[in-house]
Antibody, heavy 120, light 111 residues
Framework: EVQLVETGGGLTRPGGSLRLSCAGS????????MNWVRQAPGKGLEWVSV???????YYAESVKGRFTISRDTSRKILYLQMDNLRVEDTAIYYC??????????????WGQGTLVTVSS | QSVLTQSPSVSGAPGQRVTISCTGS?????????VNWYQQLPGTAPRLLIY???DRPSDVPDRFSGSKSGASASLAITGLQVEDEGDYYC???????????FGGGTRLTVL
């Protein structure tokens, strides 16, 4: 069974850093396109970043230069390093798998999410 | 304000049919990019409901269907059930922004 489990959320101050992890099971993380999607409290979904199986990385304009997506192939874990955090980054962060390479924006599996709160 | 526009809310009685619309532009839906729909029930993660504009994952009942015309897409739900209450999001890709887009979401209430 395919599963995604996010960890690493918590409370931090503006300007701080957090690293989120997403452990995948039942499939090979490194052979899939993997994404981070966030949802601010009471708001809609916002795509954050994608890591292609070949290693290319892309980011939403709102996080470019502050967030870094990466993976540990041997441990089957996807990461999101978040630096210089802002209050507006407060959200539930979901890890999501792309269905295939041709329509990589189709997310067929989602984790349960981890809450990041940025507040002074 | 989202690039993909959805009505904030829709409602219907059990057993009825409702449609949820998603309006984009010539750089996303109108450019031929497929549309996906996600269902988010209260307190849960999103779930893929429709992909490739019209296809359903094997675990999604055929009460849910998708369509597209020009730069707009629609999700239809027939035989409404109380457990369908939640938020529904459309999604596509925008070539001008080089970004994955979600609509603002539509809250479905089953009366």
């Amino acid at each position: 069974e395919v599963q995604l489990v996010e960890t690493g959320g918590g409370l931090t101050r503006p300007g701080g850093s957090l690293r989120l992890s997403c452990a995948g099971s039942g499939f090979t993380v490194s052979r899939n396109y993997m994404n981070w999607v966030r949802q601010a409290p009471g708001k809609g979904l916002e795509w954050v970043s994608v890591l292609y199986s070949g290693g290319s990385k892309y980011y939403a304009e709102s996080v470019k230069g502050r967030f870094t997506i990466s993976r540990d192939t041997s441990r089957k874990i996807l990461y999101l390093q978040m630096d210089n955090l802002r209050v507006e980054d407060t959200a539930i962060y979901y890890c999501a798998r792309s269905r295939d390479k041709n329509d990589f924006w189709t997310f067929d599996r989602w984790g349960q999410g981890t809450l990041v709160t940025v507040s002074s | 304000q989202s690039v993909l526009t959805q009505s904030p809310s829709v409602s219907g009685a059990p057993g009825q049919r409702v449609t949820i619309s998603c309006t984009g532009s010539s750089s996303n839906i109108g450019a031929g990019y497929d549309v996906n729909w996600y269902q988010q029930l209260p307190g849960t993660a999103p779930r893929l409901l429709i992909y490739g504009t019209t296809d359903r994952p094997s675990d999604v009942p055929d009460r849910f269907s998708g369509s597209k015309s020009g730069a707009s897409a629609s999700l239809a739900i027939t035989g409404l059930q109380v457990e369908d209450e939640g938020d529904y999001y459309c999604q596509s890709y925008d070539r001008s922004l080089s970004a994955v887009l979600f609509g603002g979401g539509t809250r479905l209430t089953v009366l």
